[in-house]
């Protein structure tokens, strides 16, 4: 399709390309300048991209004001977690449903699939309440618990793992392999692709998580930086450049982790087809 | 016996006893002397059990009353090893619904503050303790009764028992920005508006409008949250004539007087373009900070202390070009707010010895209520008696006008449907303000709201 | 590999191994379910449980204090009278509708505009994929300035003409601000699809295309569309999926003003729970928020299953 175009029509395009990547990319760099501008800056409302003087200090100090560090670190269990969790179950459940024909496997794939329409927002209430039952209120695991697997991950893993030539399997299998060890060793590895992007949508996805920490914390020592983000802007003459600056570190775990699995990432989300 | 040292008891009035105690109790205290009251017969004392206890207690964030209270409380786990607190904070909004959330699954904290409008919410569940006012130091319920503020007592006394043991109860003030007035040649002694009617105008005067852009707003109402409508919204409609119910329990806030009070509150903006309800800088949940740098001119709120004001304007402090001074009323005679505060309560669900050393420890934390004046100063106390004479108290700037705006409020409207009522309000608010609409149509749709509310709660 | 999914697969799955010995089938099938077992616990734990735990609590009256009592369909009756709901319903199917719509045709435009350049796409896709990765509360926080009435939108829109908007505090102008903001956070993340969608059709076509005399726009309606249909189904599902729960951007840009503009669902369920202690109409509000989910879901499986046939036959 490239050689549709050529020359400086191509150039034009790619500038409307790079506008269009612009108008993505302000609301973001207007976050990441913000964190560096003087507290006052933001009560005049007036933008200045690149900042007349820098002040980095906003970062400890903003760090300073609630425990930041703590909450991160809660986070990052938590995401970490989460994204384990869906990893390792969305692999096997996808592998399950895509390779073996035991009665009732389509029902399991449905029942598994209806669940998308069951969203934490809509059974907040329960939800919480099992974990209350479980004793998990005020807790880590209480806050990734209900996240551990996604049916839309079991969805993803099962789509992709369809793909891979059963042949593969049966050969293995004649040379006597266990089913634990062709999965580890046949399917994983081509899983690759699909892996990183699960891995990222997971862990995004839990980083995101507001509501449900909100209900099921009531204690410092368990709140996500979500939780202290919000907070940070009710609480009494908290600079909102500060609260940027929280934000803007907020956004580079995901971040790093995307950049980690970034070649993954690119085969992952051509192939993966995400599709029904 | 009672194991705490005397000198827990030093500033606790005894009303009881009448104005000659309680001068001698305010000489005592101005003299900073620990001499101890002798301690009021107690046939029911707090007995801090011996085992080792936990307990668990929730407040809301404040940058001074938070601190101040963790402060105490832990000094009065220091006196009694034996006993631990989970001391936990929440924004003032998530702070109820914690609670809730907490009561519906067994995990609620033993003791808690809550605001004084959320006590019918507690109290027609059966969620909170009666409290024992001899184990507060109080003789009887009705001594307690007088200490207090006319506002605690309208929502904390109910069949004759006390359920809650008031902290901090504040009026609003009317804050000016005197450089300002002087500026546009007002004086803010003898051009302090009385009447809304004369807020108007000298808002008027005090605004500065830069094509559609005001550079200063003459006078802002908030517009951030439901609890901030209500607090500013309530004396109006009082001074109206209004009323939020009928004695059957009906919704009467879109009456004449309900419709009057709405177009008080909307004539800044409406009438005299002296302010603009979708400007705010402070899209952080802090409408006083437009005040505070100085884009509004004044502005009706709680006491502020000076360090807060110091940490977003030193120069405002400094210089000390501000001043509180009564809120304007519908007329002259009618200056008054709403008076609010915060109770200390127990969990009805908390088993009998741990009620006990939560009186225990209530009473120790407000034992001393000029060093809680201090750390949380002008925030005022909802007890009469034991601080307003100190020196200390006296001195502090501008606040005869602060703790008359508690002395002459008004109290909110007691309703266990206080959320539905104050969500009502703030949408009819924004209606009116934001999108223009028709005041009495806004006020019709917020009492049928209210309304369908108190019949649902009446059926469940 | 870059075919449509299944394809491949298709011939190779449906040889299902038939020389073993019953018994070695049936433990190989045992595994299978052991594969699966965990995830199926954790969703009737995590999942149904809560489900039907919330249906029943939609039949009573609960405040969470005393124990639920029994009142019929009287919390769905009630509900069906009250304005609020009703507003938040509307609200609901109207953000879904508008996000959704919008989500499509700018993740697909997105992904035709990528698919056709040659230098700097790369660039330019990761750029995009970037409102993807910023923390929702912090896309939250950002846009809250943004669209003050002062704030950089306005800033930009005023040379052009436009007189100053109150983006967040205008019941005209409130939900449109926050589906735009719905749409520049996940727009991205379904370009992403639809490029996978676009990588998947065959060069060849165009080149036929072209050979024939046919134009671009030809090209794009009698080829691309057609054979991107089976993913634009799945975007237009997801997106509404994702729609249908949406909450923090209203709670936090809005708090679902002004005079509940911008009140979802979501929203409604969690102040009639948590601030408002009525549990049972909240789960009420949450059966009907399910329900919408549902019809999305169901759409989801038909296709789904659509697709299974065809890989089989």
């Known amino acids: ?276 | 016996m009672n194991t705490s040292p005397a000198s827990d008891d030093a500033m606790l009035a005894r009303p009881d006893t009448g104005m000659t105690r309680r001068e001698v109790i305010g000489r005592l205290a101005a003299l900073g002397a620990g001499a101890a009251v002798a301690a009021a017969p107690r046939r029911v004392a707090a007995q801090p059990a011996k085992a080792p206890m936990k307990l668990t207690f929730w407040t809301w964030e404040n940058p001074q009353q938070r601190p101040w209270l963790h402060k105490r409380i832990t000094q009065y786990t220091e006196k009694h090893p034996n006993i631990k607190v989970d001391f936990q904070w929440f924004t003032f909004t998530d702070l109820g619904k914690k609670v809730s959330v907490g009561y519906a699954t067994g995990t609620a904290p033993d003791g808690f503050t809550t605001g004084d409008w959320l006590m019918p919410t507690w109290l027609a569940r059966n969620l909170i303790a009666p409290l024992d006012v001899k184990q507060l130091g109080y003789p009887s319920v009705d001594a307690f009764r007088k200490d207090h503020a006319d506002a605690f007592i309208a929502g904390a006394i109910q069949d004759g028992k006390v359920y809650g043991y008031p902290i901090w109860f504040y009026g609003f003030c009317n804050y000016l920005n005197t450089k300002q007035f002087k500026e546009v040649g007002l004086d803010p002694e003898r051009d302090q508006p009385q009447t809304y009617a004369q807020l108007g105008e000298v808002a008027k005067r005090l605004t500065i409008k830069q094509g559609n852009k005001f550079a200063r707003q003459g006078f802002k109402f908030a517009m951030h949250a439901p609890q901030w409508t209500m607090i500013q919204f309530n004396p109006i409609v009082v001074q109206s004539g209004g009323q939020w119910f009928d004695k059957a329990g009906k919704c009467t806030i879109n009456n004449e007087a309900g419709v009057r009070a709405m177009t008080v509150r909307a004539s800044i903006a409406r009438q005299y373009g002296a302010e603009d309800p979708a400007d705010s800088i402070a899209t952080a949940p802090l409408p006083q900070m437009d005040w505070l740098k100085e884009r509004c001119a004044m502005f009706s709120c709680h006491p502020i202390p000076p360090v807060a004001i110091k940490s977003q304007n030193p120069a405002m402090e400094a210089e000390g070009y501000y001043r509180p001074v009564q809120l304007p009323g519908v007329t002259a005679d009618k200056r008054y707010s709403t008076c609010y505060g915060f109770n200390f309560v127990i969990n009805a669900n908390a088993p009998k010895d741990k009620q006990e050393v939560l009186h225990d420890m209530y009473r120790f934390v407000m034992s001393d209520l000029v060093d809680c004046w201090q750390a949380t100063a002008p925030f005022t106390l909802a007890r009469k008696s034991g601080w307003t004479d100190d020196p200390r108290v006296k001195s502090f700037p501008h606040v005869q006008e602060i703790i008359r705006a508690k002395d002459q409020g008004v109290f909110f409207p007691r309703t266990p449907v206080w959320n539905e009522l104050a969500d009502a309000m703030h949408r009819a608010v924004q209606k009116v303000m934001l999108n223009n609409a028709d005041i009495k149509v806004a006020l019709d749709e917020a009492a049928a709201e209210v309304d369908r509310a108190t019949a649902e709660f009446k059926k469940s | 590999m870059s075919s449509i999914p299944g394809a491949t697969a298709r011939s190779l799955s449906a040889r299902a191994p038939l020389r073993w010995p019953l018994h070695y089938r049936l433990r190989i099938q045992l595994w299978g379910v052991g594969f699966v077992l965990p995830t199926v616990l954790f969703f009737l734990v995590f999942k149904y449980g809560p489900m039907l735990w919330a249906m029943g609590l939609s039949f009573t009256s609960y405040d969470m204090m005393k124990t639920p009592r029994f009142v019929g369909v009287e919390n769905y009756a009630s509900l069906s009278r009250d304005p609020i709901f009703i507003q938040a319903l509307l609200n609901t199917l109207v953000y879904i509708a508008g996000s959704t719509v919008f989500i499509t045709a700018v993740g697909l435009g997105l992904a035709l505009a990528i698919n056709n350049r040659g230098r700097g796409r790369r660039l330019c896709l990761a750029g995009m994929f970037l409102t993807n990765i910023m923390p929702i509360v912090a896309v939250c926080l950002v846009w809250r300035f943004l669209f003050h009435p002062h704030g950089l939108i306005n800033q930009i829109l005023s040379p052009l003409g436009v007189g100053r908007i109150d983006w967040l505090t205008d019941s005209a102008t409130a939900m449109p601000a926050i589906i735009g903001v719905t749409v520049w956070r996940f727009a991205p993340y379904f370009m992403v699809v639809f490029l996978a969608g676009l990588l998947a059709i065959p060069r060849e076509y165009y080149e036929a295309a072209a050979i024939d005399g046919a134009g671009v726009l030809r090209r794009f309606r009698s080829i691309t569309l057609p054979l991107l249909m089976p993913v634009t189904f799945f975007v237009v599902v997801v997106a509404a999926l994702l729609s249908a729960r949406i909450f923090l951007m209203p709670f936090l840009i809005t708090g679902g003003g002004p005079g509940g503009a911008t009140r979802v669902l979501s929203m409604l369920i969690y102040e009639t729970g948590f601030s408002y202690m009525k549990m049972g109409r909240a789960a009420a509000i949450s059966v009907v928020l399910f329900a919408i989910a549902m019809v999305f879901t169901i759409i989801q499986m038909r296709l789904f299953a659509r697709n299974e046939e065809d890989a089989a036959a």
Request: proline content about 7%; some cysteine.
């Open chain 1, 1 to 276: 399709m490239r050689q549709w175009l050529a020359g400086p029509s191509a150039l034009l395009g790619l500038l409307a390309l790079a506008a269009l990547t612009a108008v993505f990319i302000l609301p973001i760099i207007w976050m990441v300048t913000t964190s560096f501008q003087a507290g006052e800056k933001m009560f005049q409302l007036t933008t200045e991209w690149i900042p007349s003087v820098w002040h980095p200090e906003n970062y400890p100090n903003a760090m300073g004001r609630a425990a930041f560090p703590l909450f991160f670190r809660n986070s990052v269990i938590v995401s970490a977690a989460v994204m384990v969790g869906n990893l390792v179950f969305c692999t096997l459940a996808g592998y399950g449903l895509a390779k073996y024909r035991f009665p009732g496997a389509k029902l399991l794939l449905l029942l598994i699939l209806s669940t998308l329409m069951l969203p934490l927002e809509v059974t907040l209430v329960p939800t919480f309440l099992v974990i209350h039952k479980l004793g998990w209120v005020n807790s880590l695991q209480g806050i990734a618990g209900p996240l551990l697997i996604d049916a839309f991950g079991v969805f993803l893993m099962r789509q992709f793992i369809l793909k891979i030539p059963t042949d593969y399997l049966e050969a293995a299998r004649i040379d006597g392999a266990g089913e634990l060890r062709i999965l580890w060793k046949i399917v994983l590895p081509q899983c690759r692709p699909v892996l990183a992007v699960l891995a990222l949508l997971a862990f995004r996805d839990s980083w995101d998580q507001f509501l449900w920490p909100l209900a099921v914390v009531s204690h410092d020592d368990y709140r996500t930086y979500p939780l202290g983000l919000v907070r940070f802007g009710e609480d009494y003459g908290n600079p909102p450049t500060e609260q940027m600056a929280i934000a803007v570190l907020a956004t580079i775990p995901v971040f790093l982790l995307f950049l980690l699995l970034q070649r993954a990432l690119r085969s992952g989300f051509g192939l993966s087809g995400l599709k029904g």
